[in-house]
């Protein structure tokens, strides 16, 4: 009678296997629980950073250098800790290292690498690489850069020219001191998935007065003989010619096509002590054949130890359906071209308060201190602008009378009436700080002017079959006066690339924003009965988080490959289009 | 000369929240295509998706060019033959929504709409993805956007012309009760 507390229900779900292909989760669950239960949380990819250099400086007498890359990482913060050694390559100024060093790639943050080439001193030829003192080694030269440079070059290898260090005395050598190419690759990448329809005919009856109710258990047989189960199907009720609902392996899961799989059929009990109806030994290989052929496969049962023959049931094991689906990860897409384009758009309406007064959101503090705005431009900008190719980035202001005129609700920031563009994080604050000073705070909040702007470029890349994916970052220190026409605004462009990223500094009541965020609710509805195809808002208030480990905006950040990828994925966009 | 009219591929993918009254639909949810009155598919019977049903059926219809609405109207049977048939909500996507918006019109486009009953009450959301098979004669996709009307480039991006999605007004219910 205990049973009466267990939770059936539950046990009769299918477990395991992977993630049907639409959908983006595409990580391996046990590391990725380790990771987070390390702090390091995103969407991650482990990369192999792979090393080699050309024309390393000559620094022994009698033979060439015999170089090795020591690589550190900047933390918070600001200092570089090491990381990683390669091996020492002998007599050589041109090394291709092969010892690679494995980092964890977040798209949230922007991860510093610096990398330092030593020569090895001969007398320490025999010594471990670790236990080198580096102070004892001959310093080559050095280079840094971020690790989202490396992996949004189309051939993920970046070349960076060797310096001298800024302290050392400036030398009257030439500066040629090399360059160091760095190479990334994804360590799990493109996933191929396996989507499979199993059923079966002439089950044996194995309850009293009912029909049996399978599920399927599918395990894998590993080396030592023992077999690791992977997933389980649903249970289907009183039924003896079963077909279950698709299964999704992933075949790295697994191992490989060849690796021996058992299909076990069971029959439910909700006491838990399910009854063995037959079982099947195939790999995945087998399994294609099986459905290519049409064929079906006997279950068999193992009888007691002593026989050694299994006995063969009638019962007969069908695969309907087998597709292998290739899962491409966000970084495939970087590879084949395609890019993230940053926009920005700053709310100028007078609730931020007098820009001159130090209690205004909108105050430049001489000292250089951010204000809230400059905060967020810098704290999005920052990663996004690796994603861009031309780092020109629009910028507009909204609820603010420029010069002469009305207020506009979408005027360029950097001043211009022709063009929006502004260059770098750089021309993102200059501009910002000059228009600062050239239009009067006015409002109300509206955001539909400047979501109808980016949606037109959007739109227009899209014509254009360009690569690009948008990510709009509204800044805004109030709540919007006409909800529904941005609503109406959001719901006509659900449906292009674009994402909108919605930050709410100062301290007013967000509440109602929230509605734009489907996360939060319902999907948005426009005034002529249009519903959002997709959620592309994403609404976070922005809080001065110093001490904090992640940021809000980084988990907004976060989110955009997750995104990105459903965009794509949905469309049946591939990275090689 | 103009094309009389054009390929529409419109694939009706799902349905979410059907209700017969204050119950959810069981089964059997099929969707009417309707260009005119003479111009109409059916979607294949979704039997087992129950309220949430999903049929991602593709089909092919002749839009004349004029047309200013596609209606789709989802019904569910109540007996196992196909006779009695009960209208669960009517959805009409206005035609500039996908031709001179903002996604070219041959691109496959993804869209939903609010299901409104015989009463005009709220009763659930439709899933279609549809694509025009043929570009636009003349190609630019600024003259699409006018319409092929001649009004020339619009400025400030795609305006409606004039289509309005009214909603009928049922005197035997109070006014809050639309807005469920």
């Given at each position: 009678m205990g049973n009466c507390c267990s939770d059936v229900g539950g046990g009769m779900m299918a477990i395991g296997g992977?993630?049907?292909?639409?959908?983006a989760a595409n990580q391996n669950d046990a590391a990725d629980w380790y990771f987070k239960s390390r702090?390091?949380?995103?969407?991650f990819s482990q990369i192999e950073l792979s090393f080699s250099a050309t024309n390393l400086r000559d620094r022994d007498v009698f033979s060439k250098s015999d170089p090795m890359v020591v690589v550190y990482i900047q933390e918070r913060d600001g200092a570089f800790t090491e990381v990683f050694r390669t091996e020492v390559v002998l007599n050589s100024l041109n090394p291709k290292w092969i010892t690679k060093y494995t980092v964890t790639y977040q798209f949230e943050i922007v991860q510093i690498l610096l990398f330092r080439v030593f020569d090895v001193d001969t007398q320490f030829h025999n010594v471990a690489v670790k236990m080198?003192?580096?102070?004892?080694q001959q310093y080559l030269g050095e280079a840094s850069c971020a690790l989202s440079e490396i992996v949004s070059k189309a051939n993920r290898s970046l070349t960076l020219d060797l310096v001298q260090r800024e302290e050392s005395v400036p030398s009257t050598?030439?500066?040629?001191?090399g360059k160091l190419t760095v190479h990334a690759e994804e360590c799990f990448s493109s996933k191929t998935t396996t989507e499979m329809t199993l059923k079966c005919l002439n089950l044996e009856s194995k309850d009293l007065f009912s029909k049996s109710d399978p599920f399927l258990v599918i395990s894998k047989v590993v080396e030592s003989g023992i077999s690791i189960p992977v997933c389980k199907t649903e249970v289907l009720k009183n039924d003896l010619n079963p077909t279950w609902k698709p299964v999704f392996l992933n075949i790295e899961q697994i191992g490989s096509k060849d690796i021996p799989l058992v299909i076990e059929c069971f029959d439910f009990n909700s006491n838990g002590k399910h009854e063995l109806i037959g079982k099947v030994q195939k790999s995945l290989a087998d399994l294609e054949k099986l459905h290519s052929a049409r064929e079906g496969e006997n279950l068999f049962l193992p009888t007691l130890?002593?026989?050694?023959q299994n006995k063969v049931l009638k019962s007969k094991f069908f695969v309907e359906n087998y597709s292998e689906t290739v899962q491409y990860t966000f970084l495939d897409y970087l590879s084949g071209g395609f890019e993230l384009n940053f926009m920005v758009a700053v709310d100028f309406t007078?609730?931020?308060?007098?820009?001159?007064?130090?209690?205004?959101?909108h105050y430049i503090d001489p000292s250089g201190r951010l204000n809230a705005y400059q905060k967020a431009i810098h704290e999005v900008g920052e990663v996004l602008?690796?994603?861009?190719?031309?780092k020109r980035f629009p910028a507009w202001g909204f609820g603010a009378r420029p010069i002469d005129g009305p207020v506009s609700h979408c005027f360029n920031l950097n001043g211009s009436s022709n063009f929006c563009e502004v260059e770098g994080i750089r021309g993102i604050m200059m501009a910002y700080t000059s228009a600062l000073f050239n239009v009067s705070l006015a409002g109300p909040t509206l955001f539909g002017h400047v979501i109808n702007r980016a949606a037109m470029i959007a739109s227009q890349s899209l014509a254009n079959d360009a690569k690009k994916y948008f990510v709009l970052l509204i800044i805004t220190d109030g709540v919007i006066t006409d909800l529904q026409e941005t609503k109406d605004a959001l719901v006509k462009a659900s449906d292009l690339p674009l994402s909108i990223l919605i930050v709410g500094v100062g301290g007013a009541d967000f509440k109602e924003m929230e509605i734009l965020d489907a996360d939060k609710g319902e999907r948005l509805e426009s005034s002529t009965g249009r519903v959002a195809s997709r959620d592309i808002v994403q609404f976070v208030p922005f809080r001065d988080v110093?001490?904090?480990?992640?940021?809000v905006v980084q988990s907004l950040l976060a989110e955009l490959p997750t995104q990105f990828l459903t965009y794509m994925r949905s469309r049946d966009i591939k990275p090689n289009s | 000369m103009e094309t009389k009219s054009r390929t529409l591929e419109i694939t009706i993918l799902s349905a979410e929240d059907l209700r017969t009254g204050n119950t959810p639909v069981k089964k059997n949810a099929f969707v009417v295509v309707s260009i005119d009155a003479f111009n109409s598919k059916e979607t294949k019977i979704d039997?087992?998706?129950?309220?949430y049903p999903s049929w991602n059926d593709k089909l092919v219809m002749e839009m004349p060019v004029q047309t200013r609405f596609i209606t789709l109207q989802v019904k569910y049977c109540k007996?196992?033959?196909?006779?009695?048939e009960k209208l669960v909500g009517v959805a009409r996507i206005p035609v500039t929504d996908f031709i001179?918006?903002?996604?070219?019109?041959?691109c496959l486009q993804y869209l939903s709409y609010r299901l409104r009953d015989a009463k005009g009450l709220k009763n659930g959301i439709i899933n279609v993805s549809l694509r025009l098979k043929e570009p636009l004669r003349d190609c630019s996709s600024q003259a699409a956007s006018a319409g092929g009307?001649?009004?020339?480039?619009p400025i400030d991006g795609p305006t409606d012309f004039g289509v309005v999605t009214g909603i009928p007004i049922c005197s035997a219910y109070p006014p809050n009760a639309f807005f469920r």
């Open positions: 992977t993630a049907p292909s639409t959908s702090g390091i949380q995103g969407l080198l003192k580096l102070e004892e050598y030439s500066q040629h001191r130890v002593g026989h050694n007078a609730s931020n308060g007098n820009p001159r007064l130090p209690d205004s959101l602008q690796f994603y861009d190719a031309d110093q001490n904090e480990g992640t940021s | 039997g087992e998706g129950g309220s007996g196992s033959s196909s006779g009695g001179g918006g903002y996604s070219p019109e041959t009307i001649g009004l020339g480039i």
